[in-house]
């Protein structure tokens, strides 16, 4: 088989560089191990498919060179993006800080995704088996036979979900073509805790609150969810992705109270009342009573409490500081960070510097998103520089 383009992966990325370069007349052959296209995009959003983020904006991306992404993102919009979606009549609602889903499944951006890349071929079950450069273009032997083509893009993703079929592929194939690789780590995932710190969370489990997280000068506010191994939710999947092992993360439990003066007001008003009682009418009722517990305050009342108890009280809720020892890892992370080195790639058009023809785009790239649809933005902006300068190529 002879062919413009052959594209490594059939996932966000991978697709949508598809359907660009076979809009520039290029012929095109994708090819993914997997038995169906886009499984990530199936899974995203509970089903529903967060495909973009109004917001989006260079600083809700992490990478070693921060400035990368911004050419990619510049060059193909989310607006951009929904246009494909309203002309392929998919229904679409923004639920929150610019959080775009489809109205129904997923499936249905993939479903347009493999309509837009009409006329190329999509060889799935198809596992690649060697790729190597030759005088003018790259072969690549593969399960179903020989391809040969003029440019590759790599868009097998990273390690994340690899029940899904996730694989260190992308890495192995930016090595041996000399490219650099930045460390990689689970992102967008669980953090875990320890025995000690397990004894207040576990009892916790399904208990959710909305918070505030911070490691370091960063910070996020969304809901936080504690779980049978430590804790979960969009604020600490966001938070994750910054944390690194034996860093701490100081949460606030409730971001719009001030507990200590809430506490010295009910004091005044005669506060007989069990101090839990008073916490568990702003907290979970399971939360504030496993605090009081953990302080030795169970059934204590209020009005025998000092001042300094009372800071005490309103520093764990506010400024509750824990240090997990893990993650859940890349069984349930969303994304990969790190990746491959950006030093290494044109950002106009997502091509290896010192391996003319050869692309690399999406999650493998040393480039990931905040929660809340970045991640396939830039899968679809890195998808289309490369798409394009295959059309500069070719004319």
Same mark, same amino acid.
């Given at each position: 088989?002879?062919?413009?383009?052959?594209?490594?992966?059939?996932?966000?990325?991978?697709?949508?560089?598809?359907?660009?370069?076979?809009?520039?007349?290029?012929?095109?052959?994708?090819?993914?191990?997997?038995?169906?296209?886009?499984?990530?995009?199936?899974?995203?959003?509970?089903?529903?498919?967060?495909?973009?983020?109004?917001?989006?904006?260079?600083?809700?991306?992490?990478?070693?060179?921060?400035?990368?992404?911004?050419?990619?993102?510049?060059?193909?919009?989310?607006?951009?993006?929904?246009?494909?979606?309203?002309?392929?009549?998919?229904?679409?609602?923004?639920?929150?800080?610019?959080?775009?889903?489809?109205?129904?499944?997923?499936?249905?951006?993939?479903?347009?995704?493999?309509?837009?890349?009409?006329?190329?071929?999509?060889?799935?079950?198809?596992?690649?088996?060697?790729?190597?450069?030759?005088?003018?273009?790259?072969?690549?032997?593969?399960?179903?036979?020989?391809?040969?083509?003029?440019?590759?893009?790599?868009?097998?993703?990273?390690?994340?979900?690899?029940?899904?079929?996730?694989?260190?592929?992308?890495?192995?194939?930016?090595?041996?073509?000399?490219?650099?690789?930045?460390?990689?780590?689970?992102?967008?995932?669980?953090?875990?805790?320890?025995?000690?710190?397990?004894?207040?969370?576990?009892?916790?489990?399904?208990?959710?609150? @909305?918070?505030? !997280?911070?490691?370091?000068?960063?910070?996020?506010?969304? %809901? =936080? &969810?504690?779980?049978? /191994? *430590?804790?979960? +939710?969009?604020?600490?999947?966001?938070?994750?992705?910054?944390?690194?092992?034996?860093? @701490?993360?100081? !949460?606030?439990?409730?971001?719009?109270?001030?507990?200590? %003066? =809430? &506490?010295?007001?009910? /004091? *005044?008003?005669? +506060?007989?009342?069990?101090?839990?009682?008073?916490?568990?009418?702003?907290?979970?009722?399971?939360?504030?009573?496993?605090?009081?517990?953990?302080?030795?305050?169970?059934?204590?009342?209020?009005?025998?409490?000092?001042?300094?108890?009372?800071?005490?009280?309103?520093?764990?809720?506010?400024?509750?500081?824990?240090?997990?020892?893990?993650?859940?890892?890349?069984?349930?992370?969303?994304?990969?960070?790190?990746?491959?080195?950006?030093?290494?790639?044109?950002?106009?058009?997502?091509?290896?510097?010192?391996?003319?023809?050869?692309?690399?785009?999406?999650?493998?790239?040393?480039?990931?998103?905040?929660?809340?649809?970045?991640?396939?933005?830039?899968?679809?902006?890195?998808?289309?520089?490369?798409?394009?300068?295959?059309?500069?190529?070719?004319?």
């Amino acid at each position: 088989m002879d062919c413009d383009l052959l594209i490594i992966g059939a996932g966000a990325a991978g697709l949508f560089c598809a359907g660009t370069a076979v809009a520039q007349g290029a012929s095109v052959v994708v090819i993914d191990h997997a038995s169906r296209p886009g499984e990530k995009i199936r899974i995203s959003g509970g089903g529903r498919c967060n495909f973009t983020n109004l917001a989006t904006s260079r600083e809700r991306f992490l990478s070693e060179n921060q400035r990368f992404a911004a050419s990619a993102l510049a060059g193909f919009r989310p607006a951009d993006f929904v246009a494909l979606v309203d002309r392929a009549g998919i229904a679409w609602h923004e639920k929150t800080l610019g959080q775009l889903f489809c109205d129904g499944k997923a499936t249905q951006i993939t479903d347009m995704l493999i309509r837009r890349m009409t006329g190329g071929e999509l060889w799935l079950d198809t596992g690649l088996e060697t790729l190597a450069r030759t005088a003018d273009g790259f072969v690549a032997r593969t399960s179903r036979g020989v391809v040969r083509a003029g440019r590759v893009v790599v868009a097998c993703g990273a390690k994340s979900i690899p029940k899904m079929g996730a694989t260190g592929l992308a890495y192995d194939l930016a090595r041996q073509f000399g490219l650099r690789i930045v460390e990689t780590r689970p992102g967008l995932v669980p953090l875990t805790f320890a025995e000690q710190d397990l004894a207040l969370s576990k009892p916790l489990a399904g208990i959710a609150v @909305e918070a505030e !997280v911070s490691h370091g000068k960063t910070r996020f506010r969304d %809901a =936080l &969810l504690f779980t049978h /191994r *430590g804790l979960s +939710g969009p604020a600490i999947l966001q938070i994750s992705s910054f944390w690194r092992p034996g860093g @701490e993360i100081v !949460v606030n439990l409730a971001p719009d109270l001030d507990i200590g %003066a =809430l &506490l010295r007001e009910r /004091r *005044g008003q005669g +506060g007989r009342v069990a101090m839990q009682t008073v916490l568990g009418a702003h907290l979970p009722a399971r939360l504030a009573d496993a605090i009081a517990a953990e302080m030795g305050l169970e059934g204590a009342r209020l009005a025998d409490q000092n001042n300094a108890v009372i800071d005490r009280i309103a520093a764990r809720i506010h400024r509750w500081q824990v240090r997990p020892v893990g993650s859940e890892g890349y069984r349930t992370a969303e994304v990969t960070v790190g990746g491959v080195d950006t030093r290494d790639l044109d950002a106009k058009t997502m091509q290896a510097r010192d391996v003319p023809g050869l692309y690399f785009i999406g999650e493998c790239v040393d480039v990931t998103g905040w929660l809340g649809g970045y991640n396939f933005q830039w899968a679809w902006a890195s998808a289309h520089a490369a798409g394009l300068s295959l059309a500069a190529h070719r004319h």
